[in-house]
């Protein structure tokens, strides 16, 4: 008989989660002490920060392991093999650790405008942050439907946070619904590659599938669609992607910025671990069904864009768009594709949240911030912030010295040398299709910043930026610019994904 | 003497699942439901599966069961009108059900030439399933585990805070 294993050398690989999860805990038990007055606003913002601050240093500590071992590649289990610390895991954690810290910078205005308390929303990001680093790292089907469910019901919730507005409470529960259901299709597909393998454990399950002949391949691509269908919801791709302008436009719009960018992200991170581990004998199939959603959820995401005249939809809809480039990248299971990806989701991070967090910046008072009216002539009365738009627009259309050029390049690229390597006619399609609609996003992006630059100047009652908003605005602003010019961190960095497949064909 | 049992199971369980549909009373129905849920469990003692036997009663019976009734009980039950339990839908529903019979009788006779399922392993976990399946979670799964107790955790922050009253000062009257 085997003795009970709790690996408790194993934890100091996921201490930048524990580090979260002790302080979320800690701004939950702080809440019992101190029910009013301004420490009641304040302390919880600052535990966030510290908790995010000490995961960061936990985090960097791990990451600078990783990049000294002589053999990075690979996977790298842990806890019995449910969990691995390797490129994939390491890269979106730093991408979802980022995304939680500028987020909660840019919260407390938000709250104060809105007149909310605040303990359990910051509690709430760090949790979502912290189900979301686990998630990155799931080795096992099992951990992975867990992690999942973690970082899906803190966003949930914190999508419902302001739940005196209807319509919060609407895209809660809009958004529940249809993830719930998602993870129910999720969880058939893993059911049936289970029936096929036997295991759980994906690097197993990769294995047992080379030897399952053609008895064992209709399963497989039923598990291909179901996963298809249900990481499709998660990522907000085309068919699948009803629920997302109602959960962005309900949601407070930090959470906005926030689910815009690490769910999203997290998605991809189990779209390319489970793909490259299960989907392998099927890479026609994939590539088309990759391909077809790529083309589908570009295109009618920016087509519904155009007429959008509330920021907050509108953006919806490009990333949903976003959404679909990133799957150009997924087509193509290689260095180059996967690299792609990583470039792409970096240049999205700090584009997107500075976006959301120029709207966040606006709610004031009795204005909303959100119609694109209230976007016109800003330019007058707040240069800076109007610059800043401009650039973060800029750069979501793709175009240069940002880094939403040099993550479109990418992407572009990855797809033109499948297509030259495979002649492929499905992989120039794909990216004549995103050519195409790269103008289209144009037009849309431009509008607002038409508004605020041309638009007449209208007197409303000035923006207060705290220091934290300032110091998101600045992050933001610096990542979308310096890394547009000087992309070469960004790009070794996207290059971690891979390493964890190296060896691996 | 087994045969036996599972044919008087499985009428009995066919007997209530029409019960169900058929009473107009919700009560009525969710307390036949009940009944063949517990009958259902007789059918996994059969097959030697005690955990699920468990869990059957503690959650579906129970559980989800009881819930039902809370809720029917919290709707007033006599602005119900009671329904004919035959409503436009029916014929649409013969169909979907018959389909999925036809479905599961297919696959349960030629499943075998369509999909090809792993091979099943011992269990390695020793005697009782039960007892495995308790080894199993603090043994090679002790980590999702202890991943699912954060995640009941959060659910019950998300219950209290959603259900929870806005504090007065919370909703400025305008």
Known sequence: MESF???????????????????????????VFVRSGRLHRAAPFCFALIGLALAGVAYFQLAGI??????????????????????????????????GFLVVLISPRFLDEENATSPEYYALILLSVAGMMLLAGAADLITLYICLEFMAISVYILVGYLKAQSRATEASLKYFILGAFSSALILFGMSLVFALTGTTNLEAIHGALKTVGDGGQPLLVLALILFLAGLGFKIAAVPFHMWCPDAYEGAPTPITAFISVAPKAAGFAIFIRLFMFLFQPLTAEYVSLVGLLSIVTMTVGNVLAVRQTNVKRLLAYSSISHAGYLLMGLMVREFLGLQAIGVYLVGYLFMNLG?????????????????????????????????????????????????????KYWVFGAVIKAYVATMDRLFLYVAVAGALNAVVALFYYFRIVKRMFMGDAVTRPPLALGLPARIALGLTLAGTLLLGLYPDPAIRFAGWIHMTFIGFY | METLIFWSLSGLIVLFALLVISAKNPVHSAIFLVGTLLFMAGLYILLDAEFIVGVQVIVYVGGITVLYLFVISLIVLKRIPLESTLNRQWPAAVIAGLAVMVEVAFFLLKGDLFFQVFEKKKMIYGTGETAAIGRALYGPYVFPFEIATVLLLLAIIGAVLMSRKPERDQTPES
């Open chain 1, 66 to 99: 990783f990049d000294s071992l002589p053999h990075p590649e690979g996977v790298h289990y842990t806890f019995n093999q449910m969990y691995s610390l390797d490129g994939l895991t390491l890269f979106f954690q730093g991408i979802f650790l980022a995304a």
């Open chain 1, 355 to 407: 976006a959301f967090a120029v709207i966040t910046f606006m709610r004031r008072e009795r204005i909303g911030g959100e119609d694109i009216e209230d976007f016109s002539g800003l330019i007058h009365a707040h240069p800076v912030i109007a610059a800043a738009m401009a650039v973060f627009l800029l750069s979501l259309a793709g175009i240069p010295p940002t880094i939403g050029f040099i993550a």
């Open chain 1, 5 to 31: 294993i709790l690996p408790l050398r194993d934890l100091v690989t996921i201490a930048p989660a524990i580090i979260l999860l002790v302080w979320s805990a800690a701004i939950l038990i702080g809440l």
